[in-house]
């Protein structure tokens, strides 16, 4: 008498039961480490979530989280079975934008994010041209740091970020759509301000205010000038760039400052320079999820912005270009 392998028939498990729904509930478990957050976010109890977690594991004959009453610990099957996951959920939005793809794009809502030394300056001089190229557009903001909305990307809250190409890659389709250059801020009669060439050696960290850590900016900065890599960066740091522009019209210390944010307000306690002898820039590109379903919406929206950057009647342009003037 031939007998089977006790495992065998987990092989070929039948996926019949198995919905998008499961797969939902499985992602936004790895994702918080929470059953309590992810029931919350897939809007369903929590018992309800749990019973159906539990028998996602019994059908697949394996342990995906382990778990305590302090914490859910994913096992390494678990993160295997969620990589899937994810993939499978990405393809199956794809699904009505197919039926979709003769049409013409970004005539949705549109969920848009934006780090915040970014936003607040980009936003007013982009949102009026854009209505008028899509009409029919209808775009949520966001504002926040790096790391936050790319998470919230990831999470499919959002359908890309502007942001500065300071940040790991992987998994994101990368637009660049302009380069910013990064002017010195300083206080009215800084000896620095009349120092003719102004060189990226003359910047000290001694007397330099940065953004706290997680801006983009602040990492930008410290890789720009070298003088701050020696271990000599002051404690005293800005939660914004507004903090940032207040406290070096006070006398603080000098920065570096976007471009598109050096026109705003103290403008009579500031002195702005190009720094010479190098180009200073930061790249901003758009961000997209490498196997979005808004893949052509992104791409269009990635051109609109890199022609807006470069029209001689735009007014991103003539930010961009008003470094040259300093």
């Known amino acids: 008498m031939h007998g089977r392998a ?31 957050r992810a029931a919350e976010e897939c809007n369903v109890s929590q018992p309800a979530l749990s019973t159906q977690i539990k028998k996602l594991e019994d059908l697949l004959g394996t342990t995906l989280f382990e778990r305590n009453k302090r914490r859910v610990a994913i096992t390494a099957a678990g993160k295997r079975v969620v990589e899937q996951a994810t993939r499978v959920l990405e393809e199956a939005e794809k699904i009505p934008a197919l039926a979709k793809l003769s049409a013409e794009p970004l005539t949705d809502q549109f969920s848009l994010g934006a780090i915040a030394t970014l936003g607040p300056y980009v936003f007013p001089k982009i949102l009026k041209p854009l209505a008028k190229s ?78 706290q850590d997680g801006h983009c900016l602040r990492d930008e900065a410290l890789e720009t000038c070298p ?61 997209g999820r490498e196997r979005s379903a808004r893949k052509n919406d992104i791409e269009a929206l990635a051109k609109w912005l890199q022609k807006e950057a470069a029209a001689p009647g735009s007014a991103l342009a003539a930010q961009l270009r008003s470094a040259q003037k300093l």
């Open 6 to 36: 006790p495992d065998q028939g987990r092989l070929f498990v039948n996926v019949s039961w198995l919905t998008l729904r499961d797969l939902e509930y499985l992602t936004a478990v790895a994702r918080h480490g929470h059953f309590g």
């Open 134 to 211: 899509f009409p029919k557009l209808q775009l949520r903001l966001q504002e926040g740091l790096t790391d936050g909305l790319l998470e919230g990307l990831k999470a499919g809250k959002l359908d890309a970020v502007l942001a500065s190409r300071t940040f790991d890659e992987t998994g994101f389709a990368v637009y660049p759509v302009f380069e910013e250059p990064l002017v010195v801020m300083l206080p009215k009669g800084h000896a620095l301000a009349e120092k003719r060439p102004l060189r990226i050696g003359d910047l000290k960290a001694e007397d330099m205010v940065l953004l």
């Open 227 to 287: 003088a701050n890599r020696r271990g000599n960066i002051r404690d005293f740091h800005a939660t914004s760039l507004e903090t940032l522009r207040y406290l070096v019209a006070s006398g603080a210390g000098y920065t570096l400052m976007p471009v598109l944010a050096h026109d705003r307000p103290a403008q009579d306690l500031l002195t702005y320079r190009r720094i010479d002898g190098r180009d200073v820039t930061r790249t901003v590109v758009l961000v």
